[in-house]
């Protein structure tokens, strides 16, 4: 069982990334994929004329401040446009794919976190009205089902609260729970750099490896959204999955090559 979550930034070719998971789907292998959808989400905002709002903690990680309105610019285009586009690529390639929100039959279910805590202009502020928070819960039921039935679950957030109120949740964060809960083999997190940089941007500087009971000392060479990745990498490989590999999405064949060791592996 490998877990795929691929990001949302630019550069992604998501066509790539279908094909090589349809040879491997075609060849017997048992595979979810979970996806972002970040880059397209900016886009659609700011030409509807609700511009993203990117809030940093006073722990340095950045994410996006989720009002209502924004939510729903979120779900429109992470489960709409995002996932069905992923979902038709992979029907055209002879993969019977399903795409579900975590909202869907509670996939990916946590609390609600009604408030962020935000770093402006030096100054630690409250922010209320946030549609935020974290996968504590997955329906691995739901997963196994449609597994066993033969469909490719392709899977985004939102989330679902306890309460059944959508909120957004980070998706490298839902895949390492999802690799948890379904006792994945890999989880391999995909996106528009070559794996863990020791000097972003320059991808001479991958770090190969990070042993696996010390994935946190990384951390201060992680930048923004790459935070979140090196944090689910380490829920994961403290839950149990055996390998997570932070690969390159960008061209050739961005599975196989991850599951050979191209990128970062943490082990």
Not at 61 to 77: A, C, G
Not at 156 to 169: D, F, K, L, M, R
């Amino acid at each position: 069982m490998i877990v795929v979550k691929v990001g949302g930034s630019a550069g992604i070719d998501y066509d790539a990334v279908c094909a090589d998971i349809a040879a491997r789907w075609a060849a017997g292998e048992k595979l979810i994929l979970v996806h972002g959808g970040s880059g397209e989400t900016n886009r659609v905002a700011e030409a509807l004329g609700h511009p993203p709002k990117f809030v940093t903690s006073p722990s340095g990680y950045t994410s996006r401040f989720t009002d209502r309105q924004t939510l729903e610019i979120f779900e429109m285009v992470y489960c709409g446009k995002m996932n069905k586009g992923i979902v038709e690529r992979l029907q055209r390639l002879g993969v019977n794919a399903v795409g579900l929100s975590g909202l869907d039959g509670r996939i990916f279910e946590g609390r609600h976190k009604d408030s962020v805590r935000a770093v402006e202009n030096g100054k630690v502020k409250v922010l209320r009205g946030d549609h935020t928070g974290t996968v504590e819960k997955v329906n691995t039921g739901l997963i196994e089902l449609l597994l066993g039935a033969g469909y490719l679950p392709v899977l985004t957030p939102p989330a679902s609260s306890y309460e059944g109120v959508a909120i957004n949740v980070d998706g490298d964060r839902a895949a390492a729970a999802l690799a948890v809960a379904l006792k994945a083999d890999a989880l391999l997190l995909l996106s528009n750099v070559p794996g863990l940089l020791r000097a972003y941007p320059d991808e001479s500087s991958l770090i190969p490896s990070i042993p696996a009971n010390d994935v946190e000392s990384y951390l201060e060479f992680a930048q923004d959204r790459m935070k979140k990745k090196v944090l689910g990498a380490a829920e994961a490989v403290q839950g149990g999955v055996r390998r997570v590999i932070f690969g390159d999405a960008r061209a050739g064949q961005p599975v196989s090559a991850a599951l050979a060791g191209a990128g970062t592996v943490v082990e």
